[in-house]
Protein backbone atom coordinates (compact mmCIF):
# COMPACT_ATOMS: atom_id res chain seq x y z
CA UNK A 1 0.00 0.00 0.00
CA UNK A 2 1.15 3.64 -0.68
CA UNK A 3 1.97 5.47 2.12
CA UNK A 4 1.39 9.01 0.47
CA UNK A 5 -1.99 8.08 0.78
CA UNK A 6 -2.23 8.40 4.40
CA UNK A 7 -4.75 10.62 5.70
CA UNK A 8 -6.05 11.63 9.29
CA UNK A 9 -9.62 12.00 10.65
CA UNK A 10 -11.05 12.89 13.13
CA UNK A 11 -14.81 11.01 14.42
CA UNK A 12 -16.60 12.23 17.18
CA UNK A 13 -20.33 11.48 18.88
CA UNK A 14 -21.52 15.21 19.84
CA UNK A 15 -22.93 15.70 23.13
CA UNK A 16 -23.92 19.20 22.43
CA UNK A 17 -27.00 20.78 20.82
CA UNK A 18 -26.40 21.11 16.65
CA UNK A 19 -26.87 24.65 16.74
CA UNK A 20 -23.43 24.82 19.34
CA UNK A 21 -21.48 23.67 15.86
CA UNK A 22 -21.06 26.41 13.20
CA UNK A 23 -18.26 26.77 10.64
CA UNK A 24 -16.96 29.34 12.62
CA UNK A 25 -16.87 27.85 16.30
CA UNK A 26 -13.89 26.44 17.89
CA UNK A 27 -14.77 22.90 17.84
CA UNK A 28 -14.89 23.16 14.12
CA UNK A 29 -11.81 25.25 13.14
CA UNK A 30 -9.52 23.00 15.42
CA UNK A 31 -10.54 19.94 13.13
CA UNK A 32 -10.86 21.89 9.80
CA UNK A 33 -7.63 21.02 8.05
CA UNK A 34 -7.70 17.28 8.75
CA UNK A 35 -6.72 15.39 5.69
CA UNK A 36 -9.12 12.84 5.98
CA UNK A 37 -11.40 14.57 7.33
CA UNK A 38 -14.00 15.65 10.41
CA UNK A 39 -16.81 13.06 11.00
CA UNK A 40 -20.09 12.74 13.23
CA UNK A 41 -23.16 10.28 13.56
CA UNK A 42 -25.24 12.86 12.36
CA UNK A 43 -26.14 14.28 8.12
CA UNK A 44 -23.29 15.72 6.67
CA UNK A 45 -23.55 19.69 7.39
CA UNK A 46 -21.80 21.93 5.07
CA UNK A 47 -18.33 23.52 6.62
CA UNK A 48 -19.42 21.70 9.71
CA UNK A 49 -18.69 17.91 9.80
CA UNK A 50 -19.83 15.53 7.46
CA UNK A 51 -21.66 11.85 7.78
CA UNK A 52 -19.72 9.31 9.29
CA UNK A 53 -21.20 7.37 6.25
CA UNK A 54 -18.59 9.14 3.68
CA UNK A 55 -15.31 8.52 5.29
CA UNK A 56 -14.82 4.79 3.83
CA UNK A 57 -15.36 6.49 0.46
CA UNK A 58 -13.18 9.60 1.04
CA UNK A 59 -10.21 7.57 2.66
CA UNK A 60 -9.58 3.71 1.91
CA UNK A 61 -10.53 4.35 -2.16
CA UNK A 62 -6.67 3.30 -3.05
CA UNK A 63 -6.69 0.41 -0.46
CA UNK A 64 -9.26 -1.60 -2.78
CA UNK A 65 -9.69 -2.37 -6.33
CA UNK A 66 -13.23 -1.92 -6.08
CA UNK A 67 -15.15 0.83 -3.49
CA UNK A 68 -14.64 -0.72 0.05
CA UNK A 69 -18.40 -0.97 0.51
CA UNK A 70 -18.60 -3.66 -2.26
CA UNK A 71 -15.00 -5.99 -0.93
CA UNK A 72 -17.08 -5.45 2.34
CA UNK A 73 -20.04 -6.95 0.83
CA UNK A 74 -18.06 -9.36 -1.14
CA UNK A 75 -15.43 -10.79 1.84
CA UNK A 76 -18.47 -11.24 4.28
CA UNK A 77 -19.76 -14.62 3.13
CA UNK A 78 -16.10 -15.68 3.53
CA UNK A 79 -15.96 -15.22 6.93
CA UNK A 80 -17.82 -18.68 7.57
CA UNK A 81 -15.39 -20.39 4.86
CA UNK A 82 -11.70 -19.66 3.67
CA UNK A 83 -11.26 -16.75 5.93
CA UNK A 84 -12.77 -19.06 8.92
CA UNK A 85 -9.94 -19.13 10.74
CA UNK A 86 -10.24 -15.25 11.91
CA UNK A 87 -13.06 -17.35 13.90
CA UNK A 88 -15.23 -14.05 13.82
CA UNK A 89 -18.51 -15.44 14.05
Do not use: C, M
Amino acid sequence: HDAQNFTYAFVTVPSNQRANYKSESVAVKRVTNLSGGNYWGKATEPNVARSIKEIFTNNYQAGYPNNVRTEIRNTLPKLSGELSYFNII
